[in-house]
């Protein structure tokens, strides 16, 4: 690890600032660090289905194993709204506990983050039945000493619509296969 000190004194017409800090950094040809990138709508029907998406991505120099690097996962999900049906690239993995409002991969469900390669995390949620409710989510990362987490929760509201008009039409296909034989 490094420490960068860093030091300001200045002075404007009748100011005076000094600021003094110090930041740690991790400095290694073998690093690895996630991304994560949420993929989750803002707006969704009331009492339907959604599926909300977490990408980790590896952006660092090296895989992270678990082996080597326990990876925890936890989503917090709003009272109101149940998450469940938790995957990992498409197969079943992690666990919902739905009293408790949680999806989570605990260690030793995540094997392996290759570096530059995704990992996505799927689940299914089921909104409140009323309409204008907010629900608010929020991950939290950690993996070796580093903790990440979501500093602002991301909303979704349960919504209608009620100015749009009904689009309602027909498909013709002209020149299709449907009349052809094989």
């Known amino acids: 690890n490094v420490t960068i000190n860093a030091t300001i004194n200045y002075t404007y017409p009748g100011v005076a600032k000094f600021?003094?800090?110090n930041q740690s950094v991790r400095e290694s040809n073998s690093v690895a660090v996630i991304e994560v990138v949420r993929e989750t709508p803002k707006q969704v029907a009331n009492n339907t289905e959604f599926t909300s998406n977490i990408l980790l991505y590896n952006k660092g120099c090296t895989d992270i194993s678990n082996s080597e690097t326990?990876?925890?996962?936890?989503?917090?999900?709003?009272?109101?709204w149940v998450?469940?049906?938790?995957?990992?690239?498409?197969?079943s993995a992690g666990?919902?506990?739905?009293?408790?409002?949680?999806?989570?991969?605990?260690?030793?469900?995540?094997?392996?983050?290759?570096k530059r390669d995704y990992r996505i995390i799927s689940y299914k949620v089921l909104p409140p039945s009323s309409q204008s409710q907010i629900g608010e989510?929020?991950?939290?990362?950690?993996?070796?000493?580093?903790?990440?987490y979501e500093n602002i929760s991301h909303k979704v509201n349960t919504t209608r619509y009620p100015i749009e008009g009904h689009l309602e039409f027909d498909l013709i296909a002209v020149g299709s296969f449907k009349g052809r034989s094989a």
């Not at 993996?143 to 990440?148: N, P, V």
Request: aromatic share 10%; net charge positive; no cysteine.
């Open 83 to 91: 998450g469940y049906s938790p995957s990992l690239d498409g197969e």
């Open 19 to 21: 600021k003094k800090t």
């Open 137 to 148: 989510f929020r991950y939290n990362l950690t993996y070796g000493s580093t903790a990440k």
């Open 95 to 114: 666990t919902a506990d739905i009293p408790n409002g949680k999806i989570i991969f605990q260690s030793g469900d995540i094997d392996k983050i290759r």
């Open 70 to 80: 326990p990876i925890i996962f936890t989503e917090s999900i709003p009272a109101g």
